[in-house]
C-alpha cells in the first residue's frame, strides 16, 4: 500500500544544476499537487495538476516546471537552482473535491549549495 | 486573501492531558474544509481530522476533536489524553471549492511537546 512515492528522499545540488523531482501515486486519484515547506513557513503550494493533462502555477512557481506524465505521475523540474530553493518538497494526491483529504509523500529533502 | 493563522508556535503538556491547538482562517468562500495534519520529526503529513463548512456536528476521530466555531471562523484541534507520541507540529489547512485545484492552504504550525 505505496500512496504517494517521491524520489529521492535527499539531494543536494551546486547553484545551476538542474534536476527532477519525482512523484507517483497509486490510489487513482485525479489531482496532483507540489508543495515546498520552509522553517517558519508552513507549505506553500508551487504548481498542481487538477486532472490529468492540466497544469497550474500555485503561490510560489518561479524557478520550476512540472510535467504531468499520466495519472499515476507528476514531476517537479528545477532548470538552474538557486540557493532559495533549498527545502523540503511535498507531493501530494487527493480528488477533487473539498471534503477529501491529500495524501501526501515523504518528502524531498534537497540543499542548494 | 484566504489564511489559516496559528498563533501558538509551541504547546507544552503533560502525558493524559487534554490540550487545544488554535487555528483562525480567513475565506469570503460559504464552502471550504477544514483539515489538521500531524508532522512528527520523521517528517511525513499525517492526516488527522476534517471538517466540512456546512457540516452540523464537530468532526471527531478518535482522540482528535475539532472545536469548529464558523462565526469566529475557528477550528481548533482538541487532543484528549495526551500521548509521548503525539510530540510532533500539527498544521491547520484549508481547501476551497473553486480555487487552485482545491490545493491546501497551510498555517505556520504548532510544535506540541508532550511530556512524562
Known amino acids: 500500500n505505496a500512496g504517494v512515492t517521491q524520489t529521492p528522499k535527499f539531494q543536494v545540488l551546486k547553484t545551476g544544476q538542474s534536476m527532477t523531482l519525482q512523484c507517483a501515486q497509486d490510489?487513482?486519484?485525479?489531482?496532483m499537487y507540489w508543495y515546498r515547506q520552509d522553517p517558519g513557513m508552513g507549505l506553500r503550494l508551487i504548481y498542481y495538476s487538477a486532472s490529468e493533462g492540466t497544469t497550474d502555477k500555485g503561490e510560489v512557481p518561479n524557478g520550476y516546471n512540472v510535467s504531468r506524465l499520466n495519472k499515476r505521475e507528476f514531476s517537479l523540474r528545477l532548470e538552474s537552482a538557486a540557493p532559495s530553493q533549498t527545502s523540503v518538497y511535498f507531493c501530494a494526491s487527493s480528488e477533487y473535491e473539498i471534503n477529501q483529504p491529500q495524501h501526501f509523500g515523504d518528502g524531498t529533502r534537497l540543499s542548494i549549495l | 486573501a484566504q489564511k489559516i493563522t496559528q498563533t501558538q508556535p509551541g504547546m507544552f503538556v503533560q502525558e493524559k492531558e487534554a490540550v487545544t491547538l488554535d487555528c483562525t482562517y480567513d475565506t469570503s468562500d460559504p464552502s471550504y474544509g477544514l483539515f489538521w495534519y500531524k508532522q512528527p520529526s520523521s517528517g511525513e503529513m499525517i492526516f488527522l481530522i476534517y471538517?466540512?463548512?456546512?457540516?452540523?456536528q464537530n468532526a471527531t476521530e478518535g482522540r482528535y476533536s475539532l472545536n469548529f466555531q464558523k462565526a469566529r471562523k475557528s477550528a481548533n484541534l482538541v487532543i484528549s489524553a495526551s500521548q509521548l507520541g503525539d510530540s510532533a507540529m500539527y498544521f491547520c489547512?484549508?481547501?476551497?471549492?473553486?480555487?487552485?485545484?482545491?490545493?491546501?492552504?497551510f498555517g505556520k504550525g504548532t510544535t506540541l511537546s508532550v511530556s512524562s
Open positions: 489547512a484549508m481547501r476551497r471549492a473553486n480555487q487552485a485545484g482545491t490545493a491546501l492552504i
Open positions: 471538517q466540512g463548512s456546512y457540516d452540523q
Open positions: 490510489m487513482n486519484h485525479n489531482s
